[in-house]
Structures are given as C-alpha cells and as structure tokens.
C-alpha cells in the first residue's frame, strides 16, 4: 500500500529493552495519553508512509534515545514520532509535551526543547551522514509551548562539509501558522575511536 | 560563622511538594548517590557560604525546576546544586550527571547539558534581573561529558539592555582544567502578562 508519492519510509522506530517482556517496546506507537492532535498527525504523515520499508529504514536507538525515553508514565514527558522523508531531505516529529517538562508555569521547559531539537536533529543528521555528535545548537525561543500540547518539529539539511552536517529545525503548533521555536546545528561525524578517545 | 570573605550566600534550595511528608523536600542537599567529586565541590562551596542567609536569599522554584528534578531515584538523573556569588555577579552549579541523561554511548546527551545550561543561566539571570524567559541559547560542544561523572558550570553576567540579560556559561571538569561545553544566552525580562498572552 504505497500511498501519494512515498515521500516518507516510515516512522523511525525507538525500541528500547522493555523489562517485563523480552520483545523490546517500541514508543513511538500510540497510547492512550495521546491527544487528538498527536494522533490526527501521526495518522497523517503515517498514511504517507511506505508499507514495505526495508530493514535499513527501521533504526534501534536503543541507547541513544534513552535519555527522552526514561520516565515509564505514558504522556508524562516526551511523547514523540519521527517521520524521514529521504526524497526531500526531511524530517518531521510530532512531539506531545507532558506535564514533567514544565518549565514556565504552565509552559514547555526551554531544556526539554532543545532536548527534542537536539535529539530530532540528531536523528536526521545521522539518517544523512551516519553518526555524529552535536558540535553547535543555535535556539531561539520565540513564543512559549503550552504544556500538554502537541507541535510539530521540521528539520532539514542546510549543507555538507566534509565531517560537518549543517541542519535547521522550526518548531511550530501542528498547523505550521505559528513559530515557536527555530534553531541551527552542527553535527560531526565520528568513530567509536572519537569517542574512546575523548 | 561567615567565612573567607562571604561570596556565596549560600545555595539556593530547590524545594518541591513531596508526596509522602506535608514538608516540601530540599533537593541539593547530599545524598548516598552523590560521588566524592560532588561532595567535595559541595563543601567547597557550601564552606564559603553564609549562614546567616536572610530569607531573599532562599529561593523557591516549587514550579520552575520540575523538569530537572521529576525523577525520585537519586543518582539516576540531574544532581545538582547552584551556588550564587553576588559580589562578582558568578554562579556556579556542581551537576552530577546520572545514568538516565545517557546521549552517545557512556556519554551524557547533549539535550541534557542544554537543559542543566538553560536552568543554571536562567537561575542567574532571574536572580540578577527577577523572572526571565529564555529567547536565545547558543551551545557549543567541545568535548563531551562521561555519564556519571561531576562537572561545574560557571555562569557570569555580560551585560543587560532594557528587558535584556545576557550571560555566558562553561561547563568544565572539576578542576576547571578541561573545557567541555560554552554556551551564551540571551534572557528576556518579564511579567506574568507575558505568559498569559502568549
């Protein structure tokens, strides 16, 4: 069932070992915490998706994520799902903001965001370039998120520099009529040895 | 016994409502998850406190700081402490970064140095201009963070126009010889208005 141009593969999975079973949990499928935005988009970018993907599209993070991935609650912190358009470049997140990630009174931590900037961006640079590490991220914060409320984070590739990938992502409400937040980074590609070696 | 000239007025408690006592809880204060680096960084500082703070100088973030301090497992996520200096218009956080802040493998993840970045900066610049939101944050990554390690960031004024506070930020290890992150950030002056008009 390929639909209207297959721009996107598939929603990258985050599976991670789930202890009360021994198949891993994949978090981004929907639960009952999520609201009728998150689910209107999932569906929407979802039903764009290719049915068959190959292996290679469907990616374990099973370490990298955990840090957004740590609190058990459903819809207490981040709730979220990539989609990679490889036509374009892309890449959208429609991310669902919980109650834990207050910062503001009844507002979106400016942390959490630059959580999910830095993990969405992240995610996309390595889908281009292979691994990286974040070297520079740039946010400007222009209008508070509402806490419990579902946006939607648009990234793409600025250009290619040898080990350096230059991406932008807007953070906007799930009509793209509002700007919340926009940022830049960089991101350079490395080898376990660039980690080993500090 | 104020002591070696007073630069600290002490640290300033996080305290939040906790479940299971009518007390609300200070969490920078040590506990059996804090490594050697943390303690020592803790009396060193704690040492060049006052003690006789006048309550000014104790600040409540009941609401500001939920997101560093949503998980009960001591050790497993953010552990710090900030320390104010009035005098030189310095801030100083001792961060011990917990197994759940987990980025590239055995390393801490860049979202959560921003988060830690925005609480401690946006605590200094609240504290030098009252209530602030976050408009911009600039973060550079020079070397990264091993998880579970101890590190220190150093917050200083730059200068304020108007509603604008700006301070710069290191984070480095905890002899302050090995620079891991630098970051800037611009933050705006506001009201309650603000929040609530969006």
């Known amino acids: 069932m390929t639909q209207r141009g297959s721009s996107f593969p598939g929603p990258l999975s985050t599976v991670l070992p789930w202890p009360f079973s021994f198949q891993p949990r994949d978090f981004s499928l929907p639960n009952s915490s999520w609201g009728s935005d998150m689910r209107r988009l999932y569906e929407h970018y ?14 374990s993070f099973s370490r990298r994520l955990v ?7 459903q819809g207490a912190a981040f709730e979220y799902v990539v989609f990679v358009n490889k036509q374009e470049q892309k890449c ?40 990286v590490m974040t070297a520079n ?13 579902t946006v939607l984070l648009t990234c793409s590739l600025d250009k290619k520099e040898g080990r350096k990938t230059f991406v ?22 490395i080898t376990m040895g660039h980690l080993l070696g500090g």
Chains 1, 2 share one sequence.
Do not use: W
């Open 46 to 59: 979802n039903s764009q998706c290719e049915v068959e993907t190959d292996d290679g599209e469907k990616k």
């Open 92 to 131: 959208v997140c429609v991310f669902q903001a919980g109650h834990l990630l207050e910062g503001p009174p009844g507002h979106v931590h400016g942390g959490a965001i630059s959580t999910m900037i830095d993990t969405v961006m992240g995610t996309h640079a390595t889908y281009l370039s292979g691994p």
């Open 137 to 149: 991220l740039n946010i400007n914060y222009r209008s508070p998120i509402p806490l419990g409320s």
């Open 168 to 189: 932008s992502c807007q953070v906007t409400n799930t009509y793209s009529s509002k700007l919340h937040t926009e940022a830049t980074g960089l991101f350079l590609s």
């Open 67 to 73: 840090f957004t991935r740590n609190i058990r609650e």
